[in-house]
């Protein structure tokens, strides 16, 4: 193989590996300044609540490729409003892990609204607001503002308590079991504030069947009080 050849096939796989970096870059950093958004909340999200649970973006700067690059898959179902405008409704439908074969199934779809390829409004899905409530749902979207990024995990973790959603009022693990069935774990309790119960949702690329994305929800409550609220939950996610 001679010299210049080798050279090309070098300059070639810098170009490469340079371009990557630059695209994942720009993606980081427009997730870094929805993020930086959030923490005005009020300033840049509008929020309807009347019949569905719609968050609305007052300055879009989340492209629809973004979502594409982290799960590394494509969006269930999309839909096409206007083609002309280019608006589509992409939905995430994310699966329990079920704690055992007997288990009851539970799934929750999550719907992204873009405009010219620019995520514009995000819908939460309808059983989850039921049963946990707006406040709350609304109190953890403002902190997705606070949140604790890992970068190389591609991952991130919000916590809530009561003292988070003060206006709240929180379901108990018995109305928790009742919709969404078991956890996918239960983790000892290692203080007075009760047991943890473990929820893990996967959503699937529609195309390999492959794991594309994750998110768990932690709800620590009593297990020999089932019927008291929720002292509280957590709320981690993360990437393929």
């Known amino acids: 193989m001679s010299q210049r050849f080798q050279s090309k096939r070098l300059l070639t796989a810098i170009c490469l590996i340079t371009l990557s970096l630059t695209l994942s870059g720009c993606v980081y950093l427009r997730l870094l300044y929805f993020k930086n958004q959030l923490k005005k909340f009020d300033q840049n999200v509008t929020v309807q609540s009347s019949q569905k649970l719609v968050f609305g973006f007052r300055d879009p700067i989340v ?128 203080s007075n504030s009760g047991a943890r119960c473990e929820y893990e949702f996967n959503f699937h690329d529609p195309e390999s069947g492959k794991k594309a994305g994750q998110f768990q929800l932690h709800f620590t409550g009593p297990l020999q009080n089932p019927n008291r609220s929720i002292t509280g939950f957590t709320v981690t996610g993360k990437a393929r």
Not at 83 to 112: I, N
């Open 63 to 190: 492209r629809d490729a973004d979502f594409v690059f982290l799960s590394g898959a494509s969006p269930e179902e999309i839909e096409k409003l206007h083609q002309g405008l280019r608006e589509e409704v992409w939905t995430w439908t994310f699966h329990k892990k079920l704690g055992s074969p007997d288990d009851q199934p539970f799934s929750m779809a999550f719907k992204t609204h873009f405009k010219d390829r620019l995520l514009t409004h995000m819908e939460i899905d309808e059983t989850f607001v039921k049963l946990i409530g707006s406040d709350p749902i609304l109190s953890m979207f403002k902190n997705i503002g606070e949140a604790k990024i890992n970068k190389l995990r591609r991952s991130m973790s919000i916590e809530l308590d009561k003292t988070s959603v003060l206006t709240a009022s929180l379901p108990s693990l018995n109305e928790i079991f009742d919709v969404m069935g078991r956890p996918s774990r239960i983790a000892k309790p290692q």
